[in-house]
């Protein structure tokens, strides 16, 4: 419905200007008169929605329904309201009772199943789409979008096959579906086919030009691609600034932070993983240890999921704000408005980031750090932090901010205190060594399995596990691929991804980690080690492939890191032949790395302020020149 002319007469029927009878400054219920239809009432509750006056509209529609109960239009516009209020388990309900007063509802049905996908519920969400799928004389374009929305539940499933068979029918239906293309690109990241993703996301860009998700898989996508070239990457960044961050640069505001070197910093910290994520892991030691005297602590919060390890991390700050419900422009405002000298983003472009309150730049200082293995692409991001294993002198070129290095290692490990104790090395049991792929399956590229096979060759009598692998038909792929290089079925054992505490439990059944080349691990790495399982890598040029050696060099074990293919395989063939000596080492392993740089958290928290404190004395010194609150980026 478009909304009349503030001069017209209002479609309610009283007579009025539209302007005086609803659509003035503030709406008021006291406004509506019993010759008010409900039909007349639903139109201004669906022109408030438009106008993004969501409380009003709220009232609106529930008063249409105070007076018609059954009305399935009125609960369908209801859940949309409730919806863009981020109140999904109301709005759940409320497109239940659309569907409970309208058979068939399947524009109900399919907005009632994505909102289970975003409050977890996979489970209830893909029958419902299955369900709506089955409606007589459904038209083209709805039968595509709920073949994309059933492809999303498949693919939360770990159903990658199918969720890729019903994005496909989807694209097929609806040529013109950008949601469809983008989906089918991102499903094919469990194959690391980055030739074929990238065509997709850039189909649903040619399709939708100022598709933001679209956009950010491209970026995460081509950082990905060990192939890709620093002016490839700088392309895409100069697409994403020119869409996400050039229209907003208006909003962009002189600071009035006073600068003083050695003030109290307020430094603030935004991440949508403030709860049991890898991200809290590394970022809860950092947290506990700031020095309370010289920074005070902000965090925002941009998730909806709250548990034990979330109510843990609101300990340790000054202020807490829940802002997943919030804007981009109102989380920007509130940045704003508490006056944060530095703002650290911790998510870059994975899920749940919030990029775009960085774009309005509300703080003098901005910095990229921990979530993300890559650049943020914006001119308004003044630093990313890293170290001198991941990004050597000369990786510059892959970025857009200027790199912060901490001097040991990027990551401070904080082991999950429900680890179970180191064990016996295996290969004292059984003879011969097992090396363990742990990492999610989709880091493990071509150039990987050739790698362990080449591995597997060199130590004859090894085995390999291999978990997290998807229980569908890449598991006999990768043997296939494995016996194609002359390695015997029986030397691989496949598992696929496991509750944590099994998780951890398998580990210890392998001697040595590998660590994937062109996506190393993190986590995985960090587990590894304190499990007493030393990770062999072989690092890359990039940062995603020199985590490794970044891990493995603060843990005290840098000659895990192998310098070239021959060095990995005189590593793996010379505990192969020591067995004793690698026993000796997986017993001592937990107490070395207690000990080391990668969770010592006082002295990388202080590393870490230190770098905080010289990025704000470079902007105090900039605006002492060129006068206060200067806005440099």
Known sequence: MSTP???????????????????????????????????AILKIAHDLFNAKQWKEAENFCRLALSARENDAQAYFLLGLILVAQNRKP?????????????????????NLGQVLLDLGQINNAAPLFKEALLIPALPPHAKSILLNNLGNALSLQGKSNDAIVAYEEAISLDPDSAHAYNNLGAALQGYM??????????????????????LQNLIRWIQLDSSATPAQLQTVFEKFREQQETPLRQEW????????????????????????????????????????????????YTHASIDNFTERLKSYADRWLDCQA????????????????????LAGHTDGGRLQVFARKPAPIQITYLGYPGSSGLSAMDYRLTDNYTDAVGSEIY???????LPASLWCYQPDPGMPPVTPLPASRHGYLTFGSFNHFNKITDASIALWAHLLHETPASRLLMATVPDDERRSALKAQFHALGIDHERISIIGKLPTHEFHLALQDADIA??????????????????????LSLPGSRFLSRAGLSILSAAGIPEFAATNTTDFMQLAKHYAENIPKLADLRASLRERVAASPLTDASEFTRQLEQLYRSAWISWCTASDQYGQGLNIS
């Not at 503030?6 to 509506?32: A, E």
């Not at 919030?326 to 530095?342: C, G, P, T, V, Y």
């Not at 970025?399 to 290095?405: I, P, Q, V, W």
């Open 90 to 110: 109301e709005a759940a309900a409320a497109y239940q009772s659309a569907i409970r007063h309208k058979s068939a509802y399947f524009e109900a049905m399919a």
């Open 193 to 214: 086919n980055f030739e074929v993703a990238t065509k997709y996301f850039e189909k649903a860009l040619a399709l939708k030009p100022g598709f933001t998700s679209a």
């Open 514 to 535: 590998l660590d994937p080349l062109t996506v190393n691990g993190a986590t995985t790495t960090c587990e590894a080690l304190w499990s007493g399982v030393p990770t």
């Open 253 to 300: 505001r002189t600071h009035d932070n006073m600068p003083l070197p050695g003030k109290r910093l307020r430094i603030a910290y935004v991440s949508p993983d403030f709860r049991q994520h890898a991200v809290a892991y590394f970022i809860e030691p950092v947290l506990a240890k700031h020095d309370r005297n010289q920074f005070e602590l902000f965090c925002y």
């Open 399 to 405: 970025y857009t901010e200027k790199l912060l290095r």
């Open 5 to 39: 002319n503030r001069n017209d007469l209002c479609p309610c029927g009283s007579g009025k200007k539209y302007k005086k009878c609803h659509m003035g400054t503030v709406v008021k219920l006291s406004n509506v008169t019993s010759r008010h239809s409900v039909t």
């Open 326 to 345: 919030m804007s981009d422009e109102q989380l920007a405002a509130q940045i704003r408005s508490d006056h944060i000298d530095i703002l650290i983003d």
